[in-house]
């Protein structure tokens, strides 16, 4: 059955209340958020329009009290209808003014004129408004400062409802790739192979694919982050897809590989490889436990099996509202691990010049260990019409 | 039949020495772009990988010569499948230099130490990069000048492949919006409607329907850019469906507007206003028409119709890469219309409080007036089970 849509608004109201308490511990008197995930993880405000580029919307949290919301007037029907409260809104687009200043009347009102204002500066953050417009925001306010430890921290720890969301899809697109050997077969283009799948995933009830990346190639693939050709499949391909679907919001991120007809040794070694190493990551995977112990579980295996290095510069990451989040797991990362962060790990195999092979698997930390989040893979390399 | 994928060399050698020759007018040494659409314009790099939002992608354009490609290892060989010759990577996620170095070690090479740097500041844009990244590089360089004019003109004006790509993602949606009579009936949910539209869209050979919202109301909608609920549909019920879907990355943006069983007068009328403002809108445009004429010919029709005015801040958008572009069509945008721009029109009616009727279709600019890219809704409101 699936979860609850949406969220209700205690969990909003801990969301905030977190953020506070971290706030008040760094001097921090009010919040700025502007891109997508942060204003729905404070707001619940949930819609595709941020596709459009035309309009930045702002939310402020300020030090007590729900965060306030300015926002273009053609979002204030749906904003409304969310926990939040105070809704300020201008006609946009206006480009002499888009939001401006009324954000700056806000923030001087939550925070006062020489406030210290938190904005994510950091890894994976970027700002989601003109620069000019940026600029002006700098020049009128206090002191800005780089919150990004705050907005991580809250966001690499999902609650129970939130974990519901990543088990449902992550359950969904394991179906999918269950029936995958009933809808595929050489002959097929790749095109077809990735609209069948795309098909199956929303069949089984995922909201969205919005990312689905895969390829084909005979006995290897070199790039893992195609779109698809008309390249045909045929005897002897290897095949990768890897989805981040979604259920109300919250990502699955995870891939599988086959191969058709019949496989090659070194094509079924190194997906065992990748398996086996998958399997160590697991093992380490624990409250307290690094990201960089993760990595380095994932990597001696990878290493004993040939590895010819890759290129991807990491072997997984958080996973949420973004099919990627922090952290990473890196030979530097060092984030340790906490209860209820939902993380892929994902160990990539260069086992020869332009032959790659990546595995992914969702997890949920758990206080005795991981705990699968997408049905585990087969361990020895599944293959497609099999004579 | 569908146009080719992808593009030939010579649009991108087109599209760069277009810019070269604006940026020799403005004194411009190179620029910098790192949003998706702008590094697709120039490159053909075509991936959903942007959606992870962990690593920066950079292209620089200088004053001569093909751009250079400034990104993660992750991307290295799907860059070089593009007409760029030289790509420069890094292993990223690397938080403490990710890309900075290499990037300002490339604009230096192309442009000196004392550059004129140009990088879109102005409406519609952003920099996808970490701030405190951002901060490096302009205290790194030579002197930053916003660019937003140079960018917005190049896109706005759509080449004939471009174009065809926006026919045929415009038919196909065409295609499914004639389909849903046959898929929808009262007693369905929102959620299972959305899903039925959906797959049509797919089913009819679009690639992705990044964007699609859309409500159902007794006898009008308060809000046009909702997601799906639960909410079962009913005789009388207003539905409104308007998706941005996609066909090689170009995308289509139009709505449609259907009763089931029955409609009052007022939603009928409601419904023949913005159809006819709509006319009044297609009959201005024409190259060196601006936008402030279009939006002035739609807004007199909605202002004899009892207009209320509305929400959406404008009545219709450029079209392209993104579901919307510049231009917008508002009382103050005034942007001269070209040949060969791809645009929106969009009147928006609200008639009675909560009650709004949304119309929209797209065109494409020729010399003798507007040539329509979408199927014209039919003039009267369409009823759905009508007995």
């Known amino acids: 059955m699936s979860p609850e849509r949406g969220f209700p608004a205690e969990e909003f109201a801990d969301r905030t209340s977190r953020c506070q308490t971290m706030m008040a511990a760094s001097g921090i008197d009010a919040i700025l958020v502007c891109t997508e995930p942060e204003v729905r993880y404070f707001t619940g405000f949930h819609t595709p329009f941020w596709q459009s580029p035309t309009r930045p919307w702002f939310t402020v949290v300020p030090a007590e009290g729900k965060p306030r919301a300015v926002i273009p007037s053609i979002g204030a029907a749906s904003m409304s209808a969310t926990w939040i409260d105070d809704v300020r809104t201008w006609s946009s687009p206006q480009p002499d003014d888009d ?36 600029d002006r925001l700098r020049s009128s306010l206090g002191d800005f400062v780089d919150v990004t430890d705050i907005i991580s921290g809250l966001r690499m720890v999902k609650s129970d409802r939130e974990i519901e969301k990543h088990r449902h899809i992550c359950g969904l697109v394991s179906n999918a790739f269950d029936e995958l050997p009933n809808l595929l077969s050489t002959g097929m283009s790749e095109r077809e192979a990735f609209s069948a799948f795309r098909g199956e995933i929303l069949r089984q009830g995922a909201d969205e694919v919005p990312y689905l990346v895969g390829a084909t190639g005979p006995g290897g693939i070199d790039d893992i982050i ?32 086959f191969a058709f007809t019949e496989a090659a040794q070194d094509a079924k070694d190194a997906y065992r490889a990748v398996w086996e190493a998958t399997e160590a990551g697991l093992a380490t995977v624990r409250p307290g436990a690094t990201t960089t112990e993760v990595f380095s ?14 290129d991807v510069g990491r072997m997984g990451h958080g996973l949420g509202m973004q099919v990627t989040e922090w952290p990473s797991h890196t030979a530097s990362d060092d984030t340790p691990l906490e209860e209820n962060m939902v993380l892929t790990l994902e160990p990539g195999l260069v086992w020869a010049p332009g032959k790659a092979m990546v595995h992914e698997e969702n997890l949920v930390v758990r206080a005795d260990g991981a705990e699968l989040l997408s049905r585990r893979a087969a361990p020895e390399l599944p293959i497609i019409g099999a004579s």
């Not at 290493?303 to 290095?309: C, E, I, R, T, V």
């Open 99 to 134: 939001g401006v200043s009324l954000l700056i009347e806000c923030i001087e009102e939550v925070a006062g004129k020489s406030a210290t204002i938190g904005l994510p500066m950091g890894p994976e953050t970027h700002v989601r408004m003109p620069l000019r417009d940026l």
């Open 226 to 257: 195609r779109q698809p050709s008309d390249r045909l499949i045929a005897d002897g391909d290897l095949l990768i897809f890897d989805t981040g679907s979604t259920f109300d919001g919250y990502f699955s991120d995870f891939d599988r590989n």
């Open 297 to 310: 579980a994932m990597n001696e295996v990878l290493k004993a099996n040939g590895s010819l290095g890759n």
